[in-house]
């Protein structure tokens, strides 16, 4: 068991930047990419007997995160409509605004679904086949496609053309 958790730590430090930086993509906020590689982690070690092919730890690992990210997002939507229900005042209205209007990258990502970010960093920002994300995310090769479709389509709508070409390059910052 000792091996087990030695080589499961060893496992999970090489690969945690890589999934932190991909949680931060789809969620984009520090705090719940956090929390959704620290969910990450935590189920991964209870469901380790569920990888039936250790060379693919990472894909494996990688999906779980997905799912661990969605999870947050929806967490996230219920809080902000809890704090609007309690409480409209104009601190907190004035507090998402500000929050929203950081700049145009951030304003189109976070307007896309958990869903549709999630298509687009592991293509453009991981750079993974469109097999590979559907296969990541669990979903037939023709939803990844049509997600990440919508996806750009949207990113078209709320963004400036130029800016989404150097996004789609890969300068996801």
Do not use: C, K
């Not at 023709?142 to 400036?160: D, E, N, P, V």
């Amino acid at each position: 068991m000792e091996g087990d958790r030695d080589a499961f730590a060893a496992l999970a430090t090489r690969v945690s930047d890589s999934l932190y930086a991909v949680a931060y993509r789809i969620l984009r906020d520090p705090g719940l990419a956090e929390d959704a590689l620290q969910n990450t982690l935590v189920t991964a070690w209870r469901n380790l007997d569920d990888l039936r092919d250790p060379d693919r730890f990472e894909a494996w690992i990688r999906r779980v995160l997905v799912h661990a990210s969605y999870a947050e997002a929806r967490r996230r939507v219920r809080r902000t409509q809890a704090v609007r229900q309690i409480s409209m005042t104009d601190d907190v209205v004035a507090e998402d605004n500000a929050i929203i209007d950081r700049d145009e990258i951030e304003r189109a990502f976070r307007r896309l679904s958990a869903e549709h970010r999630a298509v687009f960093v592991l293509h453009y920002y991981l750079g993974l086949p469109l097999v590979e994300v559907a296969t990541t995310l669990g979903v037939p090769q023709g939803t990844a496609r049509s997600r990440l479709h919508y996806a750009i389509r949207a990113l078209r709508r709320f963004m400036q053309p130029e800016r989404l070409a150097s996004l789609e390059e890969g300068n996801l910052a």
